[in-house]
């Protein structure tokens, strides 16, 4: 049984990590991406390239960046961003240097130790947005911050000053260094960002204004739970661009699923901030010749102090029958090539359960318990014997507030389902291994206006 989503992007072939690098650039976009040419697991870091006209049917591009020998990114292109200046498309990421080596057991060369590479950030441009020019410009880590861990620059431009947030580690502590530039060739340090006993690395750090407030998003390394120890989330807060000084609020995560990291953030072209994050697969599903996929893409919205993110409008038009179910308090649908995109209501002063991806006896259940306010996503029934899925746990707890009739929305897309919930301000993900029998989605609870759509 194919495995591959429909909608959720993935990689031909080969291990696929963070999103890089996206952007709307002359009519399109474009997603980079961290990728291995040669097998199914992380090393031999290049970045991968497609493009589209809508964010859902992509067109595979050849490589925009591959390491040289000789140079500051010979052992890797890590992850990155991209711009636009000047009509044309600029590049920025890490490259790295291994200052010792070995081969892994999947047979690719990673560091001795933790700390023997050097991260140096570099830039290219293109004037087509195709084949990419390295440039001379290198920023190396400033003397109180780690060589090694050092990386993932995501670069805007305000009032025609350009800014830089680099992920960094001190004395065994995340941060996030803010550079500023007039020129894109001279880059100091504007301030630094931290938070006490939060993760020994903040990877991937995106900033950002949306709805009057400054937004950080970042991966802390070192503080998750349940199997996932590395996760990803935003503070809400204000920055003050002359001091550099960020006023931040709490942590909240982005995804309280599974799996989910190292997202990243563009404005298009209809003004839309949008994101797209990796969801980590450990090894390829079975059957595949690939392992890793990203989110559906999701616009974000700043509502009070949270982060409400919803697919994009573009989803729509790959909708195809809709089934009109109406309100339920026990059914089952059947669903055959395991994609779909569901919207329902479901009343939270009452218990319900939900089972996605079921056959006879088990699927993945969603679950609300009136009495502790806790929704619970478990995907037990869906791992079907595939080991890499109980890595980062098989079961995750969300408490909410919530009352009364509240709407859900469901996108199922073969090996993988994204539940979000009030509008986007919670998110559920979860990479599964369904077998060809978990066809059916069964209904117990108080349901109203449920309305599927097969993609």
Sequence with gaps: MDKRPKLHFTPPKNWMNDPNGLCFYKGEYHLFYQHNPENCYWGNMTWGHAKSKDLFSWEHLDYALIPDKGFADEDGCFSGSAFIENDELYLAYTGIVMTEKKINEHGNPVTATDDSMISTQLFAKSKNGIHFEKLETEIVAPENSCKAHFRDPKVWKKDGVYYMVVGAKESGKGKILLYK?????????????????????????????????????????????????????YFVGELDYGTGSYSFDKFNLLDYGFEYYAPQTFLDEKGRRVLIGWLVNHAPLPGENWSGMMTLPRELKVIGERLYSYPVEEILSYRKELIQVGSVTEKSIEILDGAFDMEFKVNLDKDFNLTIFKNKVEGLELSWDEK???????RTGVINGFKPLETFGVKRELEISNRGVVDFRVIGDKSVVEIYVNGGEFVMSSVINRDKTQNNIFFKGEFEDIKLWKI
């Design 181 to 233: 530039s007039e020129d894109l060739k001279d880059w100091e340090v504007l301030s630094e960002i931290k938070k006490d006993d939060f993760g020994f690395m903040w990877e991937c750090p995106d900033m950002f204004s949306l709805d009057g407030k400054d937004v950080l998003i970042f991966s802390p390394q070192g503080i998750g739970q349940n199997g996932q120890e590395h996760i990803s989330g």
């Design 372 to 378: 502790t306010s806790v929704l619970t996503l478990d």
